[in-house]
């Protein structure tokens, strides 16, 4: 007979080495960075987007919202502070003007992270309802962080192009 909780066990753990693998992948880009010692146009939104991912799984996987979510909450705290650790490469060798947008960007992120965190644990009883919701925000949050490099393409090409790509790509997404 096959234990499901096994079978569970090990697709999770597989999930958290390809998990492992994509939150360290950006690394060259960073030892770019510090050894020029500037950003030159490199862009923090990937890594803000999947800051405040990483962040909304820890949640989802705490015992109260999820139980019986342990590997969830090891690679997303794992990635939490990689990504913490690249954003604050990021601050330091961005200039005034960069480095003030990404700190407000974060800090609109903190605020809305607290705004769910909150709201989830005043209105939602059960871990059930709890997971319910945002687990739906995780998902939302998620398509968002793997969507995120295609800002890239918005200032490189004509917005014309880009909007009819976006487009197609989110057409792709509902299929």
Do not use: Q
């Amino acid at each position: 007979m096959v234990n499901v909780y096994a079978i569970r066990n090990v697709i999770g753990i597989i999930g958290n080495i390809i998990s492992f693998c994509l939150f360290i992948s950006p690394m060259p880009t960073f030892f770019r960075i510090f050894k020029r010692k500037d950003v030159e146009e490199f862009s923090p939104n990937p890594y803000m987007a999947t800051l405040l991912n990483c962040a909304m799984w820890v949640f989802y996987g705490l015992p109260f919202v999820t139980p019986h979510s342990t590997l969830v909450i090891t690679i997303n705290g794992f990635g939490l502070c990689i990504e913490l650790a690249y954003i604050t490469a990021y601050l330091r060798f961005a200039n005034n003007k960069k480095r003030m947008r990404v700190i407000k960007w974060l800090a609109g992120e903190l605020c809305f992270f607290v705004l769910v965190v909150g709201l989830t644990l005043g209105f939602r009883h059960t871990p059930h309802d709890r997971s319910l919701v945002v687990g739906i925000l995780c998902v939302v949050f998620n398509i968002l962080m793997y969507a995120m490099p295609l800002d890239i393409m918005v200032m490189l090409s004509h917005p014309y192009i880009t909007g009819r790509i976006m487009c197609i790509f989110f057409l792709n997404l509902t299929n």
